[in-house]
T-cell receptor, first 111, second 115 residues
Framework: GQQVMQIPQYQHVQEGEDFTTYCNSSTTLSNIQWYKQRPGGHPVFLIQLVKSGEVKKQKRLTFQFGEAKKNSSLHITATQTTDVGTYFCAGADNYGQNFVFGPGTRLSVLP | DTAVSQTPKYLVTQMGNDKSIKCEQNLGHDTMYWYKQDSKKFLKIMFSYNNKELIINETVPNRFSPKSPDKAHLNLHINSLELGDSAVYFC??????????????FGPGTRLTVL
């Protein structure tokens, strides 16, 4: 079945440093979504990428979707303490029969 | 108004009991989901309904039975609860099916503890 992996599992950074998490799917995705979950909270949608090679920016966050639509990345520039949380990627296959979340990358930001 | 609401927020029960979790969305979405998040924070989709039709049915024990009386509600009934069922259960909804442009809105979660 479809599998989605993320690396790293954990990342500790000093405030102001950059952070990147990578997402890889075993199958081609129709789209990829990114969510953020704060400690004790629920996942909150950040963005969706649909096109091969797509790049989108949200302030300090940059999202990329690979050419083969099997991988994606989230890069945060100059992290802040408000960036703390777990970042999940999630993707659906082209038929919508499978929708899988990656295991997440837990980000800690030290002030 | 809360977009996706779940009740109860916390549920503590004994092994072997039967319990239900309710979910309602007021966003007018067609698709609803149930997810299980275990202690390691893995989010696993369990079920998805689109306009009351089951479209995703992952491999979960048949003790778990979803019911969608209408497209605004998706309830989860669990029979004969086991220790391994302890987790946070999230309900979510989206305007369309997973393979379409599809932001999912999550409820606050129900923390289930089985003793």
């Amino acid at each position: 079945g479809q599998q989605v992996m993320q690396i790293p599992q954990y990342q500790h950074v000093q405030e102001g440093e950059d952070f990147t998490t990578y997402c890889n799917s075993s199958t081609t995705l129709s789209n990829i979504q990114w969510y953020k979950q704060r400690p004790g909270g629920h996942p909150v949608f950040l963005i969706q990428l649909v096109k091969s090679g797509e790049v989108k920016k949200q302030k300090r966050l940059t999202f990329q979707f690979g050419e083969a639509k099997k991988n994606s990345s989230l890069h945060i520039t100059a992290t802040q303490t408000t960036d703390v949380g777990t970042y999940f990627c999630a993707g659906a296959d082209n038929y919508g029969q499978n929708f899988v979340f990656g295991p997440g990358t837990r980000l800690s930001v030290l002030p | 108004d809360t977009a996706v609401s779940q009740t109860p927020k916390y549920l503590v029960t004994q092994m072997g009991n039967d319990k239900s979790i309710k979910c309602e969305q007021n966003l007018g979405h067609d698709t609803m989901y149930w997810y299980k998040q275990d202690s390691k924070k893995f989010l696993k989709i369990m079920f998805s309904y689109n306009n009351k039709e089951l479209i995703i049915n992952e491999t979960v024990p048949n003790r778990f039975s979803p019911k969608s009386p209408d497209k605004a509600h998706l309830n989860l009934h669990i029979n004969s609860l086991e220790l391994g069922d302890s987790a946070v259960y999230f309900c979510a909804s989206s305007l369309r099916r997973p393979q379409d442009y599809n932001e999912q809105f999550f409820g606050p979660g129900t923390r289930l503890t089985v003793l």
